[in-house]
């Protein structure tokens, strides 16, 4: 007993070393966290600026894209029947969209906001920066956005455009 007793200065020392350490390095990766996130938030800011339709990516509609690749009835306005109707999104990216499979959803604007209306996958070509998106559909008429976003939710490119019955 009395040995443990002639090292307990020396005992005390290190565990009070040990929990300073473990303090520490707690702190410093709750501020490397906090670093981190704050560089997600602001590649998020600057990937929303740069994926609408005003920036490098552009998403616009036409009535058709035909086999032959020819863009007919390119608008911001379209007339549809009274039983419902569909137009093309047609996609332009700066370069190369870099996945296999994209979402694009459908939102009507109201009074109340915006309501989601269906979102549809699709496959795509990574190595691509042109695609189209056949038969988007509506059933009532409005105004509509209309987004293609990756799988993670990071947004494309997003277009506005007016739905009116015949």
Do not use: W
Request: hydrophobic share 30%; net charge neutral.
């Amino acid at each position: 007993m009395k040995k443990l007793y002639g090292h307990s200065p020396f005992i005390l020392a290190l565990f009070v070393s040990v929990c300073l350490i473990l303090a520490c390095g707690g702190k410093k990766e709750s501020e490397v966290t906090k670093e981190e996130t704050k560089k997600e938030k602001t590649k998020d800011e600057s990937t929303s600026t740069t994926s609408t339709g005003t920036g490098s990516n552009q998403l616009y509609f036409v009535e058709e894209y035909t086999a032959d690749g020819q863009e007919v009835g390119k608008s911001e306005k379209f007339f549809i029947k009274s039983k419902g109707g569909y137009i093309t999104a047609m996609l332009k990216t700066s370069q190369p969209i870099g996945v296999g499979s994209v979402d694009v959803r459908l939102e009507r604007e109201t009074i109340n906001g915006t309501e989601i209306i269906d979102t549809q996958p699709y496959n795509v070509s990574p190595e691509k920066d042109y695609f189209f998106f056949d038969k988007v559909t509506f059933y009532k008429s409005g105004d509509y956005k209309v987004t293609v976003f990756k799988k993670d939710g990071t947004p494309i490119a997003s277009g506005k455009v007016r739905i009116e019955f015949e």
